[in-house]
């Protein structure tokens, strides 16, 4: 294990079909005002809305609705929770959706009371908090993001054609997230897959960098193995509860900064993936697989040992009669025949991308230093070509 780091998560989860149950208890934490925020009406379809309401109204809350939240939230949406958050004075904001109102939540919980621009404060420069912050707590309804358990909170500026993350500390974290797997169920195919493909390149990021013999990478590898083996049983039975639950599971512990310890992690594929987004608003678990493999087979060369240890190691590839080049390519090739057998997007021209946008995306991708090799701008429209062209 190289490296010096501090390790702690703050937020208390509650898992299980009865998680609800314990709602309550959280709520009587703080004080009567909260701000519910929910997406474009999922939860209301499904009869969460009904049941978290019912929690509400009878810890005695007075509640603030903010629905709306867009899949990949606007800078605009953020603007309008923040008014609701600060007219209203709330004590606490009440997340109930995926991975899109969590990370909204967190930016209205540091925005609403900052001096100044909230997306140049905290997308743009990269400020940190330095005033009140609302605390957030979450019902979580789709699994993927991992945002339950973390400080990520990606918002998106069309007007700039940028989407950025910003990756807050213990105090932006949800201080609760209920998980129920139940409450998965009903959520699009579509939506399921790219969440499930999500969860794995979240692994990914973390696992692609470094040389040492670390701890994380065999974390790594049993978390893989564990999403793969829940997806195939779940894009069959989707109401599986074994299978929505282990995967729910994974993707708390893929994006909770556990598997990140004493690793550089690489996120370029997130990089990639964000301005794909920025360009054409896709699904973001799509945009990542839609650039995934061209990234891949770009930067194999560079960390080749790490890939064929990849395919034995969560695809049981047998490697003794390979060579290592042979093995790392032997498990891109697992991998590109997972993607499809769970079927997510494997060219960005599906997702809208088209040649002229090419330049702009390069743009707007963020090159990282933590992975096998830095790109270049040149290589970044290589690999979209690529995929435009898969
Ligand atoms: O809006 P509603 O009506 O609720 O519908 C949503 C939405 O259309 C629907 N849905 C959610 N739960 C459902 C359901 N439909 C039926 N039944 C349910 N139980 O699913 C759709 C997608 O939801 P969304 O929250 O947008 O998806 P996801 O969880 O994938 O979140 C995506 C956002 O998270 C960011 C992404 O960039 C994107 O903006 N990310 C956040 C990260 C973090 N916090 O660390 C890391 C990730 O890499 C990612 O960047
Ligand atoms: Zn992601």
Known sequence: MLGNFKYSN????????????????ELSNYGPRVMLTYGGGSIKRNGIYDEVIRCLREAGKEVFEDPGVMSNPTVTKLYEGCSIARENDVDLILAVGGGSTIDYAKAVSVSAWCDGDPWEKYYLRMEEPDNRIIPV????????????????????????????????GDNVMPKFSILNPKYTFTVPRYQMVAGIYDIFNHICEQYFSGEDDNTSDYLSEALMKSVVHASRIAVKDPE????????MWCATWALNTLIAKGKTTDWEVHMIGQAVGAYTDATHGMTLAAVSLPYYRHILPYGEA????????????????M???????????????????????????????????????????????????????DEVIAILRESLNA
Not at 138 to 161: K, P, W
Not at 306 to 321: C, I, N, P, Q, S
């Open 306 to 321: 790490k890939f064929a240890r990849f395919a034995g190691e969560v695809w049981g590839v047998r490697t003794e009669e």
């Open 323 to 377: 060579t290592q080049r042979e093995a790392a390519e032997a498990g891109l090739k697992a991998l590109e025949d997972w993607m499809r057998e769970i079927g997510v997007v494997m060219s960005v021209k599906e997702l809208g991308v088209t040649e002229d946008m090419l330049e702009g995306i390069a743009d707007a991708t963020f090159l990282l230093q933590g992975g096998y090799k830095v790109l270049t701008r």
């Open 137 to 168: 707590g979450s019902v979580l309804t789709m699994v993927g993001t991992g945002s339950e358990m973390n400080g990520g909170s990606v918002i998106t500026n069309h007007e700039q054609m940028r989407k950025i993350g910003h990756v807050f």
């Open 10 to 25: 703050p937020t208390r989860l509650y898992f299980g079909d009865d998680a609800l149950s314990f709602l309550p208890q």
């Open 240 to 247: 599986n509860y074994e299978a929505r639950s282990n995967l």
